[in-house]
Structures are given as structure tokens and as C-alpha cells.
């Protein structure tokens, strides 16, 4: 079989199994909903795992005593 038969073939093939895409405007305005979603939703509570704070402490320990790694920490930021 040809390059173009092949070709020819697989497009009729996505043809039929992918929709067109005529409609794509939306129904209505999405907008309204989302801000009376924001305002029900209660604000995320900042919570800060132990380990979070267990490696942060670890690495102000380590650029305390050896601030040589300052430029090797920043270098890889």
C-alpha cells in the first residue's frame, strides 16, 4: 500500500472517531459561578509540615557554618 493510501486511510479514520468541533462557543458565562464558588469555599488553612520546618532548620544550620556553600546553593537556584 502507498504512503498516500496509508494517509488517505487514516485520516478518514480520525475522521470518524473524533467529533468536529463546531460548537465551540460556551452556553453561558462562567464567571458568575466561579466568584459564588470562591465566596462559599472557606480559605485554605497555611499549614507547614515538621519536615518542612525540620529541613529548613538543616539548611540554615549548614549555610551558618559553611557559608562557602552559599554560592553552590544559589548556583543550582
Same mark, same amino acid.
Given at each position: 500500500m502507498s504512503r498516500e493510501? *496509508? *494517509?488517505?486511510e487514516m485520516k478518514d479514520l480520525? &475522521?470518524? =472517531?473524533?467529533a468536529p468541533a463546531s $460548537?465551540? +462557543?460556551? !452556553?453561558r458565562d462562567l464567571w458568575?459561578?466561579?466568584? !459564588? &464558588?470562591? +465566596? +462559599?469555599?472557606p480559605a /485554605?488553612?497555611?499549614? =507547614?509540615p515538621w519536615f $518542612?520546618?525540620?529541613l529548613a532548620a538543616i539548611l540554615s544550620a549548614v549555610l551558618l557554618f559553611? /557559608?562557602?556553600?552559599i554560592?553552590?546553593?544559589?548556583?543550582h537556584l
Amino acid at each position: 500500500m502507498s504512503r498516500e493510501g *496509508n *494517509n488517505k486511510e487514516m485520516k478518514d479514520l480520525l &475522521k470518524q =472517531v473524533i467529533a468536529p468541533a463546531s $460548537d465551540t +462557543e460556551l !452556553r453561558r458565562d462562567l464567571w458568575p459561578q466561579m466568584l !459564588r &464558588k470562591l +465566596e +462559599e469555599a472557606p480559605a /485554605p488553612e497555611l499549614h =507547614v509540615p515538621w519536615f $518542612d520546618w525540620a529541613l529548613a532548620a538543616i539548611l540554615s544550620a549548614v549555610l551558618l557554618f559553611f /557559608p562557602g556553600s552559599i554560592p553552590a546553593l544559589l548556583y543550582h537556584l
